[in-house]
């Protein structure tokens, strides 16, 4: 049996970052996949890398997450900043989601010329590096209890305090009680789906603020998902053991053993990166009421090849496949590679042969001017789970039903063994649950 301070579970983003920021630790990563990278990993195709889900890079923008982590570690990745951020393709027309936030105001304004949008977005704008510097304002978050939540109050009192309610209404009711046409609301709510998996009514105001403002700050990594991951992981790469599925922990003799395919290990802190539902399989006893996944959503995706013609890295598309709960799709294109992406709620009804003739349809009219364009293939949540271990994709939807209080913490009912990832806060895409780990990395350190 092999002996490490910590084990972490899963090298997807939050394992990754969690890796780096305890490296000077005896830590070892155990990975169930050959690569890294999980719900924003990749796979090859003709040669070519094929993102496994709709990514975008955020975090670099006023030192978010990202640039933070980069600049600690000293790690050299390449990355193109993408401006416009976003292509959003809806009835009215194509607006591009520029940077500059007086660029997409003026954007917004040539399409939807009834709507204030200046106001809103002024408002939007201002609020969102606050709504960052809540999440990252200390170990403290997220909070636990109403003690951790006082003494975030009283940390640089009058900000907090201005921020943490937007965390109990929803966005709608804070910032659209004004007379936004249906089909402006439907733009923003089909934006907060891509980041929030929520709509406008649902989510708390502040989490909106974040979705909707995150593609201020888009980046592309050049030479794709795989480059990326391939130079994220390569000074810990020693540190990950890929094909080692974690079956089972037991508390034992002041730490943990851990069974896996390949053997047994022992910890004294484990951290699992997984989706807690299935942490729980695996850890009996450690947690209390975990949510089920099905209070998730799955994706289901098109993959394209393409050998030529030139296309804008990221769009959305707004257009219903059938079965799909949201009324887009998401686009990201990458070194002659297309993934096409919409949620779908779990359980659903296969429908393969519909979903490749409206996705091959729908993509060829966007995008008449790619070169040999031609469908891969279509996966559903059963496929993802064959592949990451999971149907559902973004953790946990931001919702006033489940609140920052009631969301999933990294702390369990086992001293030193927790939990982290996207079903914890602040939970959704690359940029949040690396926040989360480095958080997590501060308050156990």
Request: hydrophobic share 35%; proline share 4%; with cysteine.
């Amino acid at each position: 049996m092999e002996i490490f301070d910590t084990i972490i579970i899963g090298s997807g983003a939050t394992g990754v970052t969690l890796l780096h920021e305890l490296k000077k630790r005896n830590v070892i990563c155990l990975e169930a996949h050959a690569m890294p990278g999980g719900c924003a990993g990749y796979f090859m195709r003709e040669g070519r890398p094929l993102n496994a889900g709709a990514t975008t890079l955020s975090g670099i923008a006023f030192d978010g997450p990202l640039k933070i982590f980069l600049d600690r570690h000293e790690l050299s990745v390449k990355l193109t900043k993408k401006d416009p951020g976003l292509i959003v393709h809806t009835k009215r027309g194509i607006l591009r989601r520029f940077s500059n936030n007086e660029d997409w105001i003026k954007e917004q304004e040539q399409y939807f010329p009834e709507c204030n949008v200046r106001d809103l977005w002024t408002e939007l704008h201002a609020l969102n590096k606050l709504a960052w510097n809540l999440t990252r304002a200390s170990a403290l978050w997220p909070p636990r209890s109403m003690r951790d939540l006082s003494k975030l109050a009283f940390n640089d009192t009058t900000k907090k305090l201005r921020a943490l309610p937007l965390l109990l209404q929803s966005f709608e009711k804070v910032f659209l009680k004004g007379d936004y046409p249906e089909d402006y609301r439907q733009m923003l709510d089909e934006l907060l789906m891509i980041s929030t998996q929520s709509l406008a009514k649902d989510v708390p105001a502040l989490i909106g603020i974040m979705g909707l403002c995150y593609l201020e700050d888009t980046w592309y990594p050049e030479g794709g998902m795989k480059k990326f991951w391939t130079d994220m992981t390569a000074p810990v790469k020693d540190r990950i053991r890929y094909r080692v599925k974690v079956e089972k922990i037991t508390q034992e003799g002041g730490g943990f053993r851990v069974s896996t395919s390949k053997g047994f290990y022992f910890a004294k802190t484990v951290i699992s990166t997984i989706p807690v539902w299935e942490s729980e399989k695996i850890a009996q006893g450690a947690f209390g009421e975990v949510p089920h996944e099905t209070e998730g959503q799955g994706a289901l995706t098109a993959y394209f090849l393409y050998d030529g013609g030139e296309i804008e890295a990221y769009h959305q598309i707004h257009a219903q496949i059938t079965g799909a709960s949201a009324h887009s799709v998401f686009a990201s294109a990458s070194e002659g590679t297309l993934t096409v992406s919409t949620h779908i709620r779990l359980p659903f009804e296969r429908q393969t042969e519909l979903w490749e003739k409206e996705f091959t349809e729908l993509v060829s009219q966007t995008f008449p001017q790619l070169v040999n364009l031609r469908l891969n293939g279509v996966g559903d949540p059963k496929t993802f789970h064959r592949f990451t271990g999971r149907e559902s994709v973004g953790g946990l939807p931001h919702t006033l039903r489940r609140n920052f209080l009631t969301y999933p913490k990294h702390a369990t009912k086992w001293k030193q063994f927790y939990q982290s990832g996207d079903t914890t806060f602040p939970g959704q895409g690359i940029v949040g649950v690396m926040q989360g780990a480095m958080n997590l990395a501060q308050r156990i350190s």
